[in-house]
Every structure is written in C-alpha cells, then in structure tokens.
C-alpha cells in the first residue's frame, strides 16, 4: 500500500472523486498519486489482454496511468494536478465510440470507406 512521506509543511486538501467515490488529496499531488493512495493499482486494462496497468514511471514516459479525467479518454494521471472536483474513471477494455452516423478522413484514408469525392452531399472538384 501506498502513503504520503511525513511533511512539515501545511497544504490544503482538494477532494476529486475515483469511479464515483470520494478521495481526498494534497494540493499540487498528481492524478496518479491520488489513484495510488485511494488503493487503486492500476487505471486502465489492455484492449486486448485485460492486463491491468497502473502508474510506472510517474512522469509521462510510459503512458500505463492512463485514466479518463472529467468523461475525456486517455490522460496521463501522472502529468495531471489533481482539481477539486474533478472525476476521474478508470478506463477497461477497449473504447467506445457512439455511432453518429458521420464519417472522418481517417476512414476514408484507411480504406474503410470509398472515396466517393463527395463533401458533404456536394462533388467536390
């Protein structure tokens, strides 16, 4: 288990929350020491294994923190200041993307869909 080093010096607490609950950290300690002290050992599983992965390298190398921070994917809990308030969800498995019917150049670039010239509903020259 995880602790803070005995310190000195007085530092206002901030409270974010950990798949809905409640943790209560230091000003200026990161998402990931937050996740660590809460007794959470990883923030993410692979998409393919299921492996968990938790924070390693504490200064944005080896992206295994990776967690969602306020419903936005993939942040490095290690690079980011824990916020009052702030929500924070472990990611598992593979993403998932809402269907909005619309289609982005990536698509079309991967071959996923066939280039039919047309933008939005128009021929482009």
Do not use: K
């Not at 609950?21 to 998402?31: D, F, I, L």
């Amino acid at each position: 288990m995880y602790r803070r080093l005995p310190s000195n010096l007085p530092s206002p607490a901030v409270t974010l929350s950990v798949d809905g609950v409640a943790v209560s950290v230091r000003a200026g300690e990161s998402v990931a020491a937050a996740l660590l002290l809460a007794g959470h050992s990883h923030g993410r599983t692979t998409p393919v294994t299921g492996a968990p992965r938790g924070p390693y390298c504490m200064m944005g190398v080896c992206f295994d923190c990776l967690v969602a921070i306020d419903r936005i994917g993939n942040r490095q809990a290690c690079m980011i200041e824990a916020r009052e308030a702030m929500r924070v969800e472990r990611q598992t498995g593979t993403r998932q993307i809402a269907d909005t019917g619309q289609i982005d150049s990536g698509q079309i670039d991967s071959g996923q869909i066939a280039d039919t010239g047309q933008i939005n509903g128009t021929r482009s020259p």
